[in-house]
């Protein structure tokens, strides 16, 4: 206790670190107090129908990714969810298109266009599915939500009220990223993830105690296991397989260099948890096809793809969380350009020749070590809907396993990392005892 409080006076004392924390609590808290400003027009109180409708199924799990926003009416429904779904096509663009291409290797200024196309596509995203959205609030509450609502006039302004909501909430994750501490998008599908924690797990215990025998040693069951998923999820995202590096030594003037072998670290799971946020966002399609109101009464094809405990729903969406692992493993991790610099720098894998056997022992390496883990990420991803076989409610299945759990683990300890690089760099000790932590960048900091 008294470490964690030294580490915490620590953390206060450096100003820039401290600036960073209050902006993130201050955009943290805007964004918050939005999820509760309901749009122009509609009457919170003959909302009942739709938190019944968000309170199982896709849909729930949408509201909680929104932080309850979308049950809420609020003028930040739609949450992040478009601009991911439109930063999914765009990289996929990047890999089909030449003139995308193109664009990925002019460096900075190519990275500024795709950022501003992803922009545009996010907005056209938000301009197809507020429209959805609103339909199914007025299939939910009807004449009830306003007997003298012109709901023509409604949809062009709470559409444009919407899509602007989503907009601004991209604009704080961007001024996170900036002026605050973690990455700002992550950070706000984390706050909206918990902020329903609470909830369910008053509900959950609720359910357990009511029950006439074992409730209670069921939920401490339940609790064990949690924190079972949530040790593995850790250990998932900090896996690290290391190759030892040899560098000959080199002497300049009366200096010598090289020498020493180090390692470099290479992740189990390089792509952290995109593949799952991706994944997920592409899983949300189909109710912008069906339409959030006719999800009940759509075919069985789109039923089955929207109702997240099928099994159809998990197999795909586990065969694309291994797919998307993949994909951003090979855009994080190049093995040519690692061979190179080794050589470049009189580095060699002990047994290998340096440059292209190299980088064929490097990709090998992470081929391996990839395939396990992407089978990995994809088992606690849906967890869930085994949870709800064994009859946990809906909301608290979510976080075991899962997209909610998994993002949850990864951005708490990217954050942690970066916060523990402002510690170390200024000769403070870490979050730990130990004086280190392991960030997803697979590092070591001392």
Not at 347 to 358: A, C, L, N, V, Y
Not at 359 to 384: C, K, Q, W
Request: aromatic share 12%.
């Amino acid at each position: 206790m008294r470490k964690a409080i030294e580490t915490l006076k620590n953390i206060w004392k450096i100003e820039d670190l401290r600036q960073r924390i209050l902006i993130t609590i201050l955009f943290v808290a805007i964004y918050r107090f939005g999820s509760y400003v309901v749009l122009p027009g509609i009457n919170p109180a003959m909302l009942a129908k739709l938190h019944e409708q968000t309170s199982e199924g896709l849909l729930a799990l949408l509201n909680m990714f929104s932080g309850g926003a979308f049950s809420n009416a609020s003028i930040f429904a739609l949450g992040i969810m478009p601009y991911i779904s439109a930063s999914i096509v765009i990289q996929l663009l990047g890999i089909a298109v030449p003139y995308f291409q193109k664009m990925q290797r002019e460096g900075e200024s190519g990275r500024r266009k795709m950022n501003q196309y992803t922009r545009y596509l996010t907005i056209a995203i938000l301009l197809v599915q507020a429209p959805s959205y609103l339909l199914n609030l007025k299939a939910q509450a009807g004449p009830s939500l306003n007997a003298s609502l012109d709901w023509t006039l409604f949809m062009v302004t709470a559409t444009i009220i919407l899509a602007a909501g989503s907009m601004f909430i991209l604009w704080l994750g961007e001024r996170i990223t900036d002026k605050g501490i973690g990455n700002g998008i992550s950070f706000i599908i984390l706050i909206g993830i918990i902020a329903r924690f609470p909830d369910s797990l008053i509900l959950e215990f609720s359910s357990r105690v009511s029950e006439k025998s074992g409730g209670l040693i069921m939920f401490m069951i339940e609790i064990v296991f949690l924190l079972l998923v949530i040790a593995a999820a850790i250990l998932l995202v900090q896996g690290v397989r290391k190759i030892p590096v040899q560098y000959a030594k080199r002497i300049v003037g009366n200096k010598q260099y090289g020498g020493a072998r180090q390692y470099i670290p290479l992740k189990v799971n390089a792509a952290g948890v995109m593949p799952i946020i991706f994944a997920q966002a592409i899983m949300f399609i189909p109710i912008a096809f069906v339409g959030y109101s006719d999800s009940e009464n759509a075919g069985s094809f789109w039923h089955t793809l929207m109702d997240h405990t099928s099994f159809w729903y998990n197999l795909i969406f586990a065969v694309m969380i291994i797919l998307f692992t993949y994909f951003y493993t090979a855009i994080t991790i190049n093995p040519t350009q690692m061979a190179e610099d080794m050589k470049r720098n009189n580095g060699f894998i002990p047994g290998i020749k340096p440059g292209k056997q190299t980088a064929d022992y490097i990709d090998e390496i992470m081929s391996r070590i990839t395939l396990p883990g992407s089978f990995f990420l994809a088992l606690i991803a849906i967890l869930p809907a085994f949870a709800g076989m064994f009859g946990v409610q809906a909301g608290f299945a979510q976080f075991f396993g899962g997209t909610s759990l998994l993002i949850l683990v990864g951005v708490v300890l990217d954050t942690l990392q970066q916060v523990e690089s402002h510690l170390l760099m200024r000769h403070y000790d870490g979050l730990l005892s130990s004086g280190r932590i392991k960030g997803r960048a697979g590092v070591t900091a001392y």
